[in-house]
């Protein structure tokens, strides 16, 4: 089996959809990917989709301009296009995500473990994970808000991962 891992920003929110037969979660999105450096830089835009729980969690999770690690497959088909007049056969490529979360190296991300009832149309309920707690000075408890540390470097780089977004229609 292909596997390939990217990572990119989401130039878009991902679009969630159910197909109609088996009623499957689908979600498509495309990621911005950057490549070389100054002058030699450009981007790809990575068309992907992912299905079922995965679809559902990061449509719920993820939005435009999130910088994410996608690991999946490569899938090619074949589709008839007019061009020019002319009757063409075009081997379209995408990506199916097996897997997809935030990258950590720019972002903070609190995981919440997804419970789900036995009726699997029902809305997933989160159950989150206990914020990590300090002692106050009267040796209660109390909850500790995770600390963002931002370099200037980190955030010159996210200006200029903002500013190579694109809101194109893949």
């Excluded at 707690?133 to 903002?162: L, N, Q």
Aim: charged share 30%; proline share 4%; glycine share 6%.
């Amino acid at each position: 089996m292909n596997s390939v891992s990217f990572v990119g920003n989401l130039t878009r929110d991902p679009k969630l959809s159910y197909s109609q037969g088996n009623n499957t979660a689908i979600a498509r999105f495309s990621v911005a990917v950057n490549e070389g450096q100054g002058d030699n830089e450009k981007t790809h835009f990575v068309s992907v989709t992912a299905f079922g729980t995965l679809a559902e969690n990061l449509c719920h999770s993820l939005n435009r301009g999130t910088r994410v690690l996608v690991v999946g497959r490569l899938d090619t088909y074949s589709k008839a296009v007019e061009i020019d007049g002319e009757e063409k056969n075009l081997t379209m490529t995408n990506f199916i995500a097996s897997a997809v979360g935030p990258d950590l190296r720019w972002s903070v991300a609190k995981v919440a473990k997804v419970e789900r009832d036995a009726d699997e149309e029902a809305k997933p309920a989160v159950k989150s994970a206990p914020a990590p707690a300090e002692e106050s000075e009267e040796g209660e408890e109390v909850a500790k808000p995770a600390a963002r540390k931002t370099t200037s470097a980190a955030k010159s780089r996210a200006k200029v991962s903002a500013s190579t977004d694109e809101d194109d229609d893949f």
